[in-house]
């Protein structure tokens, strides 16, 4: 069940940021198009060889235009980061977050809302990637992610 969802919702979001009317008025991609589709890895080493199946059943990060969806080793659910500024840099890019998240709601019977969600780096609205090929990065000062990340395979 968590498989399939997972797939639909990757599916939409890559369909959403790749037919948005705004990008193709303009012609351009955005500066971290080079990110966009399903990552895995980061929270453990990456395996050696995986399908494309087993990887899009359940990766550790999402890049979309607007959003970084991250998994967590606590958690069932992806945590999800919206992107406010994107700066290429010569080895990656810097993607910085918006700080005004949607408020959090009361938990389960009336338990104290959760804290926003943090990505796990040191600079909590900041996400520093490293890019160390065409289909492996690392996410810089990031404690929460210390392994590399590489791309799913498209089939």
């Known amino acids: 069940m968590r498989q399939t969802a997972v797939r639909l919702l990757l599916s939409a979001l890559l369909l959403t940021a790749t037919l948005s009317p705004a990008a193709n008025a303009q012609g351009q991609a955005p500066p971290h198009a080079w990110l966009f589709g399903a990552w895995t890895g980061g929270l453990f080493p990456p395996p050696s060889s995986q399908t494309a199946a087993q990887c899009l059943a359940q990766p550790t990060v999402i890049f979309t235009r607007d959003l970084v969806l991250t998994a967590s080793l606590l958690d069932t659910t992806y945590q999800q980061h919206t992107i406010q500024t994107v700066r290429v840099t010569s080895g990656g890019a810097e993607i910085r977050f918006a700080s005004d998240q949607p408020p959090a709601t009361a938990g389960l019977f009336g338990a104290p809302p959760a ?18 090929g065409e289909n492996e990065i690392m996410f810089e000062n990031c404690p929460a992610f210390p392994n590399p990340l590489i791309r799913c395979p498209a089939r």
């Open 115 to 132: 804290s926003p969600p943090e990505i796990g780096c040191d600079t909590p609205d900041q996400l520093t990637i490293v890019r160390h």
